[in-house]
């Protein structure tokens, strides 16, 4: 174990890196296309004129946050029940993933709502569940910056991604289960089809993009933790740890 | 010997954790109930009676086709919000949000006095039907399926 292996390491890398930047820039082509398109095939909406629009990335965004914290329940639970670093490391990039929607599902909301309901936020059982969510990950990604042994990391992130992931169907049934000010969900039937098509081929994107954002960071993640390994065997004299 | 401190570690933590959640997954469809509202129905406010006089609240419903009263000088607004029920008129003070007009969703902020609600802000509840203004269709029809909840949920 020397200096020769570090450098061996670091070829496939550097290949797997040019590939994850080719697709990264595929996909990101695709939902720009599918954006315009949209714009494009999309009439005036009758009350609120071109805001619809924004109907496009707000609601596939927050569809998309679902995906990503199934995803985390699913490997966070593994995580418990199994104990492989893997399935943190993939629980992690999907909790970052599914908080940058989360995100902007708020973000988005709220520049749809200032012009259109008149306000920019308020407390309705829609928009404060979402909130909560939103705040449970990003308690999640601050939690995990702050524990620097991988177990207890592991651990503690595995039961504060499964506590938020139990928030997700809240999220989801608030605007039946209350009576909020959000609407509740748009269908086929409630949408022109036109609406209905950019929709979909909207969301179908943004899950491209959420699939994409999840494998690279879960690449970078275990790259990372490699390198951890490495240092902490070169730290310890280069015996290959003390199990060996 | 380790592995056995190891397995019961995490038994424990697999416990702690099915604790926790079922705590929270309680607070939160359990101790959480339908009387969670985000705004009251004419009908509601007026059951209410004295209860919610001079009380902030939140009132919702549709804007009475015809009842709009525009001051542009004194941004002075009236107008009769309803439920399909009962009916209750309302004072505001500024511009009301661009969607605003005859049977619109609206959520007022403010305070119910001597039979007026006197509204400090004003929301716009904006239905789920996105659609492409056609020839000969009048806006009261979209809003039937939001009519149509509010009054099951009077009702109920």
Redesign the interface.
């Known amino acids: 174990m020397g200096v020769g292996t570090v450098e061996l390491s670091v070829a496939p890398a550097r290949a797997r890196r040019s590939t994850g930047m080719l697709i990264g820039l595929g996909v990101f082509l695709l939902l720009a296309a599918t954006q315009a398109y949209s714009i494009s095939i999309s009439?005036?909406?009758?009350?609120?004129g071109h805001l619809?629009k924004i109907?496009y990335v707000h609601v596939p965004a927050a569809w998309n946050m679902m995906i990503a914290y199934f995803i985390v329940a699913i490997a966070s639970l593994r995580y418990?029940w199994k104990?492989r670093e893997k399935d943190d490391l993939l629980a992690a990039a999907a909790a970052e993933t599914g908080a940058l929607m989360t995100g902007l599902t708020l973000a988005l909301g709220m520049i749809w709502g200032k012009?259109?309901?008149?306000?920019w936020w308020?407390w309705?059982?829609r928009l404060t569940s979402t909130a909560v969510l939103f705040f449970i990950y990003v308690g999640y990604l601050i939690l995990r910056a702050f524990v620097d042994d991988p177990d207890r990391r592991a651990?503690w992130s595995?039961?504060v991604g499964?506590?938020g992931a139990?928030?997700v169907p809240?999220v989801y049934m608030s605007v039946r289960?209350?009576?909020?000010?959000h609407?509740?969900?748009?269908?086929p039937s409630?949408?022109?089809p036109n609406?209905t098509l950019s929709l979909r081929i909207n969301a179908i994107a943004v899950m491209i993009v959420v699939l994409f954002f999840i494998r690279h960071r879960y690449q970078t993640m275990q790259l990372e933790a490699a390198a951890d390994a490495m240092h902490e065997r070169i730290a310890l004299g280069d015996r290959g740890g003390i199990n060996a | 010997m380790s592995g056995n401190v190891e397995g019961r570690k995490r038994a424990t933590l697999v416990v702690a954790v099915v604790i926790v959640l079922g705590a929270f997954g309680y607070l939160l469809y359990g101790g959480l109930d339908k009387n969670v509202v985000f705004f009251l129905t004419p009908q509601e406010l007026l059951a209410k009676g004295t209860q919610v006089e001079d009380v902030p609240v939140r009132l919702g419903g549709m804007v009475a086709p015809g009842s709009v009263k525009w001051d542009a000088d004194k941004l002075d607004l009236r107008f009769v919000l309803m439920d399909g029920v009962k009916t209750v008129e309302v004072h505001s003070k500024g511009a009301p949000p661009q969607m605003f007009r005859d049977n619109m969703g609206v959520v007022c902020e403010g305070r119910f006095r001597n039979g007026i609600f006197e509204s400090t802000n004003l929301m716009i509840k904006h239905s789920e039907e996105y659609r492409a203004p056609k020839p000969g269709q009048t806006p009261q029809e979209m809003y039937k399926e939001m009519f149509k909840t509010l009054k099951q949920d009077a009702s109920s």
Request: glycine share 4%; aromatic share 10%.
């Open positions: 009439t005036p909406d009758r009350d609120m619809q109907m418990l104990g012009p259109t309901w008149g306000i308020t309705d059982a651990q595995a039961a499964l506590l139990l928030n809240i289960w209350w009576r909020t000010l609407q509740v969900q748009s269908s409630t949408l022109d609406y």
